[in-house]
Protein backbone atom coordinates (compact mmCIF):
# COMPACT_ATOMS: atom_id res chain seq x y z
CA UNK A 1 0.00 0.00 0.00
CA UNK A 2 0.80 3.50 -0.95
CA UNK A 3 -0.39 6.48 1.23
CA UNK A 4 -0.12 9.91 0.22
CA UNK A 5 -1.10 12.61 2.90
CA UNK A 6 -1.88 16.34 1.77
CA UNK A 7 -4.16 19.11 2.81
CA UNK A 8 -1.58 20.71 5.65
CA UNK A 9 -0.73 24.43 6.08
CA UNK A 10 -0.31 27.31 8.01
CA UNK A 11 -3.49 28.55 10.02
CA UNK A 12 -4.82 30.49 12.61
CA UNK A 13 -5.52 29.66 16.35
CA UNK A 14 -9.23 28.78 16.19
CA UNK A 15 -9.21 27.58 12.40
CA UNK A 16 -9.60 24.27 10.57
CA UNK A 17 -7.58 22.16 8.45
CA UNK A 18 -8.74 18.81 6.51
CA UNK A 19 -5.94 16.68 6.06
CA UNK A 20 -6.50 13.66 3.37
CA UNK A 21 -4.67 10.20 2.86
CA UNK A 22 -4.94 8.55 -0.68
CA UNK A 23 -4.00 5.06 -0.81
CA UNK A 24 -3.24 2.79 -3.51
CA UNK A 25 -1.60 -0.59 -4.39
CA UNK A 26 -4.23 -2.84 -2.49
CA UNK A 27 -7.90 -3.74 -0.95
CA UNK A 28 -7.74 -0.32 0.93
CA UNK A 29 -11.23 -1.27 2.49
CA UNK A 30 -9.52 -4.14 4.19
CA UNK A 31 -7.06 -1.57 6.10
CA UNK A 32 -7.16 0.25 9.82
CA UNK A 33 -5.98 3.23 8.67
CA UNK A 34 -4.55 5.90 11.41
CA UNK A 35 -3.22 9.34 11.82
CA UNK A 36 -0.03 9.81 13.77
CA UNK A 37 1.87 13.64 14.27
CA UNK A 38 5.31 14.52 15.35
CA UNK A 39 6.10 17.89 16.74
CA UNK A 40 9.94 19.06 16.28
CA UNK A 41 12.08 17.18 19.28
CA UNK A 42 9.07 15.11 20.18
CA UNK A 43 8.05 11.07 19.50
CA UNK A 44 5.50 10.42 16.75
CA UNK A 45 2.27 9.93 18.55
CA UNK A 46 -1.45 8.85 17.84
CA UNK A 47 -3.89 11.25 16.60
CA UNK A 48 -6.91 8.80 15.42
CA UNK A 49 -7.63 5.67 13.83
CA UNK A 50 -10.62 3.88 12.42
CA UNK A 51 -11.89 0.81 11.46
CA UNK A 52 -11.99 -0.64 7.46
CA UNK A 53 -15.69 -0.04 7.94
CA UNK A 54 -15.54 3.30 9.28
CA UNK A 55 -17.84 2.04 12.28
CA UNK A 56 -15.62 2.41 14.94
CA UNK A 57 -12.78 5.28 15.96
CA UNK A 58 -10.51 6.18 18.96
CA UNK A 59 -9.10 9.77 18.92
CA UNK A 60 -5.73 11.00 21.45
CA UNK A 61 -7.61 12.58 24.47
CA UNK A 62 -5.66 15.89 23.00
CA UNK A 63 -7.45 16.38 20.07
CA UNK A 64 -11.24 14.74 20.67
CA UNK A 65 -13.99 16.43 20.32
CA UNK A 66 -11.91 18.58 18.18
CA UNK A 67 -10.53 16.01 15.45
CA UNK A 68 -12.77 13.88 13.06
CA UNK A 69 -11.42 10.96 11.32
CA UNK A 70 -13.25 9.47 8.43
CA UNK A 71 -13.05 7.51 5.37
CA UNK A 72 -14.10 6.85 1.75
CA UNK A 73 -13.61 2.98 0.86
CA UNK A 74 -14.67 4.01 -2.98
CA UNK A 75 -12.23 6.89 -3.21
CA UNK A 76 -9.75 4.98 -0.94
CA UNK A 77 -9.00 7.86 0.99
CA UNK A 78 -9.05 8.51 4.81
CA UNK A 79 -9.43 11.91 6.13
CA UNK A 80 -8.90 14.24 9.02
CA UNK A 81 -10.83 16.71 10.11
CA UNK A 82 -9.53 19.26 12.16
CA UNK A 83 -11.58 21.95 13.98
CA UNK A 84 -10.46 24.26 17.09
CA UNK A 85 -7.20 24.36 16.25
CA UNK A 86 -4.23 25.00 18.69
CA UNK A 87 -0.56 26.03 18.58
CA UNK A 88 -0.05 22.93 20.20
CA UNK A 89 -1.38 20.99 17.33
CA UNK A 90 1.53 22.48 15.14
CA UNK A 91 3.53 19.08 14.12
CA UNK A 92 3.99 16.85 10.42
CA UNK A 93 0.67 14.94 10.21
CA UNK A 94 1.09 11.39 9.01
CA UNK A 95 -1.26 8.76 7.72
CA UNK A 96 -0.80 5.15 8.40
CA UNK A 97 -2.10 1.33 7.90
CA UNK A 98 -1.90 -1.67 9.19
CA UNK A 99 -4.14 -4.82 7.52
CA UNK A 100 -3.77 -7.23 10.35
CA UNK A 101 -4.75 -7.20 14.01
CA UNK A 102 -7.73 -6.55 16.03
CA UNK A 103 -9.17 -2.57 16.64
CA UNK A 104 -8.60 -2.33 20.53
CA UNK A 105 -7.03 1.13 21.40
CA UNK A 106 -3.71 -0.11 23.45
CA UNK A 107 -2.74 -1.28 19.92
CA UNK A 108 -3.53 1.53 17.54
CA UNK A 109 -1.77 3.91 19.23
CA UNK A 110 1.25 2.21 18.77
CA UNK A 111 3.56 3.17 15.67
CA UNK A 112 5.06 -0.84 15.71
CA UNK A 113 1.61 -1.94 14.90
CA UNK A 114 1.73 -0.44 11.21
CA UNK A 115 2.51 -1.74 8.06
CA UNK A 116 2.79 1.49 6.29
CA UNK A 117 2.98 5.38 6.29
CA UNK A 118 2.55 8.40 4.25
CA UNK A 119 5.11 10.95 3.84
CA UNK A 120 3.52 13.22 5.97
CA UNK A 121 2.32 16.67 5.68
CA UNK A 122 3.34 20.13 7.65
CA UNK A 123 0.46 21.58 9.82
CA UNK A 124 1.32 24.65 11.40
CA UNK A 125 -1.20 26.63 13.47
CA UNK A 126 -0.53 30.34 14.52
CA UNK A 127 -1.32 31.96 18.05
Known amino acids: VQLQASGGGLVQAGGSLRLSCAASGRTFSNYIMAWFRQAPGKEREFVAA????????YYADSVKGRFTISRDNAKNTVFLQMNSLKPEDTAIYYC?????????????????????WGQGTQVTVSS
Open 50 to 57: ITWSGGST
Open 96 to 116: AATGSGAFYFTRVVETRNYDY
